[in-house]
């Protein structure tokens, strides 16, 4: 590729840079200095070191907050991204299926997180959702079914909820990367009669990567720091059982007012966000490298 | 503009001081000799950037493993990192 002599086009990134330092920079420098103080109020603070970090890291309702987390979004990209991939190859490629198809999928992706979580709310209640009044007819449970009375109800109906909401962005970044590969593989595959697995393995999934690797960090990410709907529809209940992290941290920051501890938690949920992102880059990255050499 | 909601103490504000000053360090060295993408023990090729990462980042969780982990004095996980940040660059 050439070289260019002149880089001032880099100056062009300049606005976007200037956002993203008020958007993000300074409220996290800002947290940082949340996380060493004791905030009484504006002007009336005492700097206390790494106690809020030593509370915070020894605090076991946080340990199980993040157990439920990192279940979660285990969860979530487990059923979400095979999902996903899936319904991307079933959906029609001509015709005017693909519009049909593509505007479907999208609904969900219009609606605002909470009125999702309220949608749920609603579709499961046992006296007059949808969902909660047939299963209930069918009288399989032992325990009717009620998102507020089991936690393995609660769960679920939140993961139910979220396959429902965000499988679609997975299919449909999986259909793009799938209309993005040639014909002229395909012709090539049924020359060398190969099966549709074959297909899939060796032209499909690769040509994927790009979008796959979108669709993990975005849906990682998503599901990681998830709030408005499952405090819409949980509120975190029944008990801590559906407490996920930044539902627990909007508690000790908003609810009790604790800015110290929360912004001490919010640096340590940073980190862990961080490094997770940066693992699942380099992997989806580096993989299938190999294969070209 | 007033920065008093920033609620800024003189530790946060050297801490941020010196990462700017190391980020200023990458840049300069950069432009001095520029960076050849590798693969050490990390076993990924890495540039000297993603290597300066992985130790700044390495360095957070070192602290926070000594503070969630021991009672000794966090000044001893200085050293630790320094050296972490030293081998990721040299050898990762």
Redesign the interface.
């Known amino acids: 590729m050439e070289k260019w002599e002149n880089n001032k086009a880099w100056f062009l990134v300049l606005p976007v840079f200037l956002i993203v330092a008020f958007s993000a920079i ?1 409220p996290l ?2 947290v ?3 996380s ?2 004791d ?1 009484f109020g ?2 009336n ?1 005492v ?1 206390v070191g ?1 106690e809020w ?2 509370e915070v ?2 605090d076991t309702r946080l340990h199980d907050a993040l157990g439920r987390q990192f279940l979660f979004s285990g969860l979530v990209l487990l059923i979400e991204i095979p999902l996903g991939i899936l319904v991307a190859l079933a959906m029609p490629k001509r015709g005017w299926g693909v519009s049909a198809s593509l505007i479907t999928l999208a609904l969900p992706l219009l609606i605002p997180w909470n009125v999702i979580g309220t949608i749920w709310i609603i579709f499961t209640r046992p006296d007059i959702g949808l969902f909660g009044v047939a299963v209930n007819g069918l009288d399989l449970l032992s325990v009717p079914f009620d998102h507020t009375a089991r936690p393995i109800y609660a769960w679920i109906t939140l993961m139910a909820m979220e396959v429902w909401h965000w499988t679609p962005l997975v299919a449909l970044l999986c259909y793009a990367g799938l209309r993005a590969i040639p014909e002229a593989y395909y012709q090539a595959a049924k020359i060398d009669g190969a099966s549709a697995l074959a297909v899939f393995r060796y032209i499909q999934l690769p040509k994927m990567r790009g979008v796959l690797t979108i669709a993990v960090l975005l849906r990682f990410m998503d599901s990681f720091l998830i709030y408005a709907e499952p405090f819409a529809l949980t509120g975190g209940g029944p008990g801590n059982t559906t407490t996920f992290l930044s539902i627990y941290l909007v508690k000790i920051a908003v609810g009790q007012f604790d800015l110290g501890p929360a912004a001490a938690f919010s640096l ?1 949920y940073f ?1 862990i966000v ?2 997770l992102s ?1 693992i699942f880059y ?1 992997v989806l ?2 993989v299938g490298k190999g294969e070209k050499r | 503009m007033s920065l ?6 003189l ?2 504000a050297l ?2 001081l010196i990462i700017l000053l190391m980020i200023c360090g990458m840049l300069v060295w950069e432009l001095v000799s520029p960076t050849v993408e590798r693969k050490g023990f990390l076993g ?2 890495t540039t000297r950037g993603t290597r300066f ?2 130790g700044l ?1 390495g360095t ?2 070192i602290h ?1 493993a000594w ?2 982990l021991t009672d000794l004095s ?1 000044w001893m996980a200085l050293p630790i990192s320094a050296v972490w940040i030293f081998v990721a660059m040299r050898w990762g």
């Open positions: 300074i420098m800002t940082v200095n949340y060493v103080q905030i504006p002007g603070a700097f790494t970090f030593e890291l020894r340590i980190l961080l490094l940066f380099q990255l580096n | 008093d909601w920033m609620a800024w103490t530790p946060t801490f941020f990924f090729p990462f992985i980042l957070g969780y926070l503070l969630g966090l």
